[in-house]
């Protein structure tokens, strides 16, 4: 069946440093799309979304990129900092689903 | 500042045994949803629900796994009977419905000796 999956299952950054998580989809009708932060021991954060009739949207210090040609997501985070360590999650509105989510680790 | 209640947050019981998980949606979200999570299978989708109605709930395991909406303030998911298997973290998350974020809960770890 169709699902929401990740390219990396981790990623080890330095601080300061610029951090890029990537989502595949495979749903082409899918139309809104969700990025969630989890902290340990915490439940998913929304952090931003975006709709298929964009193909770029930021937020403070995160930009979501949606290229609908090959049904790929990506979230950007500027000048990472040790509290955006967590595992980030894409999801499609549409089919209420995650994917196995990204580990970001940030080292100082 | 509205959020998700779960309770109980930390649950340890014995195989066999019947385990009820409580969840208050925000109010006026009329979407719930179940998830457990896990670290073999990740963020797992159990049930959801919109205006009370259950509208999906193929990834739960019907013989042992019910959920409820008994009023617009309380989300149940019960397991009977309980197996180690089941342990996990259980995530309930409300929304306003449609294409629309969805507001998680603490969840409730499970433990099942």
């Known amino acids: 069946g169709e699902s929401v999956g990740l390219h990396l299952p981790t990623l080890s950054v330095q601080e300061g440093d610029n951090s890029i998580i990537n989502c595949a989809y495979s749903?082409?009708?899918?139309?809104?799309f969700i990025w969630y932060k989890q902290e340990s021991g915490k439940g998913p954060q929304f952090i931003i979304d975006?709709?298929?009739?964009?193909d770029k949207r930021q937020g403070q210090r995160v930009t979501v990129l949606l290229n609908k040609t090959v049904k790929h997501l990506s979230l950007q985070i500027a000048a990472t900092q040790p509290g955006d360590s967590a595992v980030y999650f894409c999801?499609?509105?549409?089919?209420?689903?995650f994917g196995a989510g990204t580990r970001l680790t940030v080292k100082p | 500042d509205a959020r998700v209640t779960q309770t109980p947050r930390d649950k340890v019981t014995e195989m066999g045994q019947e385990v009820t998980m409580r969840c208050q949606p925000i109010l006026g979200h009329n979407t719930v949803f179940w998830y457990r999570q896990t670290m073999m299978q990740g963020l797992e989708l159990l049930a959801y629900?919109?205006?009370?109605?259950?509208?999906?709930d193929s990834g739960m395991p019907k013989d042992r796994f019910s959920a409820e909406m008994p009023d617009a303030t309380l989300a149940t998911l019960k397991i009977q009977p309980s197996e180690p298997r089941d342990s996990a973290v259980y995530f309930c998350?409300?929304?306003?419905?449609?294409?629309?974020?969805?507001?998680f809960g603490p969840g409730t770890r499970l433990t099942v000796t």
């Open positions: 749903n082409s009708a899918s139309d809104y």
């Open positions: 999801a499609e509105s549409n089919d209420m689903r």
């Open positions: 975006i709709r298929s009739n964009m």
């Open positions: 998350a409300s929304g306003r419905g449609g294409l629309d974020e969805q507001y």
């Open positions: 629900f919109r205006n009370r109605a259950p509208l999906d």
